[in-house]
């Protein structure tokens, strides 16, 4: 089923998300409920976070076919480098606004999947971007954190007036 995606600066974005402590059938109906929700934005991630569920529950599908679903329950990610890359992000919470971010190039991913077993993962470029843009979410944390609060004031007002006028359209 579709979710609805929680909008910036909607503050239930910023609840920290809980561990999941059994990978039941709840949680793969709500996985696979957010990789329609995702493929339909369109979107290449989904934390639970966004759709008001708080729980370590992550979906991403970065394939041209969108046919390579990944999903990492309670994830932990370590950098493999120093190196820092920026690299221009988006947010379905944060609907049109696109913007620089600077994160670790290389990172060690742990996870749980779908059948609760332990797997890791070396990621990086545009993997290694949206893994820790989704870890973030989890944490309560939107990537126009990162920018200036001249440029996060300016995106809620760009926010709040797209929203008046969808108003004014109903
Ligand atoms: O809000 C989210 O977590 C999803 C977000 C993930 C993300 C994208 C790019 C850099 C970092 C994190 C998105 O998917 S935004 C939409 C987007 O970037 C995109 C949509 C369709 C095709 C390719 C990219
Ligand atoms: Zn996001």
Do not use: W
């Amino acid at each position: 089923a579709l979710l609805p995606i929680l909008n910036f600066p909607d503050p239930r974005l910023r609840t920290k998300a809980k561990q999941v402590e059994v990978v039941d059938d709840q949680i793969r109906t709500l996985a696979a409920d957010m990789l329609e929700t995702m493929y339909a934005a369109p979107g290449i991630g989904l934390a639970a976070s966004q759709v008001d569920r708080h729980i370590q529950l992550i979906v991403m599908d970065l394939s041209e076919e969108k046919n390579q679903p990944m999903v990492f329950i309670n994830p932990r990610i370590t950098p493999l480098t120093e190196d820092t890359q920026p690299y221009e992000e988006g947010c379905l919470s944060v609907p049109q606004i696109f913007d620089k971010v600077e994160r670790p190039a290389r990172v060690k991913i742990e996870a749980l999947d779908l059948d609760g077993k332990t797997f890791t993962l070396e990621a990086d470029g545009l993997l290694a971007v949206c893994i820790q843009h989704e870890m973030d979410h989890l944490d309560g944390k939107l990537f126009v954190d990162y920018l200036s609060p001249l440029k996060r004031q300016r995106i809620r007002e760009k926010i709040a007036k797209a929203e008046r006028i969808r108003e004014k359209e109903r």
